[in-house]
């Protein structure tokens, strides 16, 4: 497999801030890469940097063969990037703008037309409309109409989901799919954990460093004790009751449950503590951990 | 909570922008010392709702009492009662930490002293003596939305707003977040709260789902699940949102 992009020692400060570490990354051909992350993880830094939009960067950094300091126009011509912020032109009506990008890459839509289809026809009924009026969901599909017109071989999408509903979400991710099936290599940045599972690879980001870097499935393997879920009404004393026991940073919500994470301990013991404890109705089972629990592990109980 | 007096009560609210109805005829009540979720897709008509409820914005028709005051008639009166706070606007970054406790005291008619008891308290109760005189800017986002929280919560409302506030927080944050909520809601304070992540919707004691200006479901998570068929809120959600969507 051919690398498309690779970092090696790269860090990045802005003036006194400190936004990247020393990342360590390879990202092959026709990959479909996931950065997970909160806020502040460094996420967009390297992105930038990725895309040649970012310079005097420290480290050794190749993007499809080329060096984003200096061969950053070959590098343009070749990747398509959709930025976190809404980039396009709020007074070029949606078709105005999607010609426009065409047309900076020498292109036109109708010989690349097959590339958004799925995505565009959507937005066929908005041709005349600014694109300043569309919602939040259409806004996006424009975006990635546009940042996919000119045929790229590496697409970089910052936060396409954020401040998105989850119905959406879903359905965006269903369009990254098909465009992985086409072969086209894509770089995904999500604040959202449970979006880790439609990428083949994924690196969890945080303060500016990779935590870990894998397959979704290779990242919940390599969770460490064993991980149970407790199901009762009233949670929060349930939580208090496991902190006691097991330590602090052992239990922690999880939606409609509490997740325990354990060495050495079965379902029974906890069954017994919590009868003990004058709760007799809860439902204790063993689970598999998911991309969120072993963030959660990653962080190791090391506040901000 | 049977014979409490809710602190929010909407009936029939209307609000338009012209010829577009973005709340569409709701009702709900909320009553003191809940939880209360307020869900919807982007557009849905939550951002709307919101800024009548906090004074911000006014009914087109309908009622809409928060702490006893009317919103249509005293929406100054209703601003000064509640705390509010959002993932965009919480605290300022080139204030450092105690010049924002003092700003938002202010605004909120505390006498100096008092805030300078209320800071000390709260630096105290925290353990973050190290932060009270660094620029918020420079504070981690974890942090600053844990701070905003409780600086919304420094005039002691009995009601308290929170938009989105766990936006792009990371995993561990977002739950130590919660559990500040609930603290707060122990001692009293209700709590309306929204969010985009649906495992949080499940830390609400009842919810009210929005879609297309109209109230599409409403009551606890589990209650909600159960009368959708779904096994978790995120399924919930989609059947709402597809069902109520025109092309």
Redesign the interface.
């Known amino acids: 497999m051919t690398p498309i992009v690779t970092c090696k020692g790269l860090s990045h400060s802005y003036e006194d801030i400190h936004a990247l570490g020393s990342i360590d990354l390879s990202v092959n051909e026709g990959e479909l890469f996931g950065f997970i992350?909160?806020?502040?993880?460094g996420k967009t830094t390297l992105f930038r940097i990725i895309a040649s939009l970012t310079e005097h960067f420290k480290g050794d950094v190749k993007v499809l063969g080329y060096d984003p300091a200096k061969e950053y126009k070959e590098i343009r011509k070749r990747i398509g990037y959709m930025p976190g912020r809404f980039s396009l032109y709020h007074d070029l009506t949606v078709e105005e703008n999607l010609k426009f990008y065409a047309a900076v890459f020498g292109n036109d839509v109708d010989s690349n037309y097959h590339l958004i289809s799925d995505i565009f026809d959507q937005l066929a009924?908005f041709k005349k409309r600014r694109a300043g009026k569309l919602?939040?969901?259409m806004k996006q599909k424009l975006a990635l109409s546009c940042a996919l017109i000119h045929q790229p071989e590496l697409l970089i999408l910052d936060e396409p989901t954020?401040?998105?509903?989850?119905?959406?979400r879903?359905e965006f991710w269903d369009v990254l799919s098909r465009l992985k099936e086409s072969g086209m290599t894509i770089l995904v940045s999500t604040?959202y954990?449970d979006e880790a599972r439609r990428c083949d690879k994924i690196a969890l980001m945080?303060k500016g460093e990779i935590l870990m870097t894998d397959s979704p499935l290779g990242i919940s393997e390599s969770f460490l004790g064993d991980l149970m879920e407790i199901r009762h009404q009233d949670r929060?004393r349930i939580l208090d009751l496991l902190r006691l026991e097991h330590g602090e940073s052992s239990a922690?919500?999880?939606?409609?449950t509490i997740h325990l994470v354990t060495n050495n301990h079965s379902v029974d013991d906890i069954e017994v503590l919590l009868t003990k404890n004058g709760i007799d109705d809860a439902v204790v089972q063993p689970l598999n951990p998911s991309i969120?629990d072993c963030?959660?592990q990653l962080?190791g109980?090391k506040?901000? | 909570m049977i014979d409490a007096k809710p602190i929010i009560r909407v009936e029939k609210l209307v609000k338009k922008f012209g010829s577009f109805l973005a709340n569409d005829n709701i009702s709900f009540e909320v009553y003191p010392g809940e939880i209360f979720g307020f869900l919807g897709a982007n557009g849905a008509g939550k951002t709307t709702a919101i800024r009548i409820l906090s004074g911000l914005s006014r009914p087109t028709s309908g009622l809409v009492e928060v702490v006893g005051i009317n919103a249509r008639t005293n929406p100054e009166g209703i601003k000064k009662r509640i705390g509010y706070m959002s993932q965009k606007f919480s605290l300022y970054d080139d204030l450092t930490l105690y010049e924002n406790i003092r700003f938002f005291g202010g605004i909120y008619g505390l006498r100096l002293r008092e805030i300078q008891e209320q800071a000390d308290l709260l630096i105290q109760k925290l353990g973050i003596e190290d932060l009270r005189n660094r620029k918020i800017g420079s504070v981690p986002l974890g942090w600053k939305q844990k701070l905003a929280f409780s600086v919304a919560l420094l005039h002691k409302p009995s009601l308290v707003f929170l938009d989105e506030p766990t936006g792009g927080v990371d995993p561990l944050t977002r739950r130590q977040f919660w559990e500040l909520i609930y603290d707060a809601a122990k001692q009293g304070v209700t709590i309306f709260v929204t969010t985009h992540y649906m495992d949080e919707a499940e830390y609400c004691d009842r919810l009210c789902i929005l879609a297309e200006g109209q109230v599409k479901a409403i009551g606890s998570p589990e209650q909600i699940r159960k009368d959708f068929d779904s096994e978790d809120m995120d399924q919930v959600f989609y059947q709402i949102s597809r069902g109520g969507e025109k092309a």
């Open positions: 992350g909160p806020d502040g993880a009924p919602s939040g969901g954020t401040g998105v509903d989850s119905v959406s879903i604040p954990m945080q929060f922690y919500l999880f939606g409609q969120e963030f959660i962080m109980g506040d901000d």
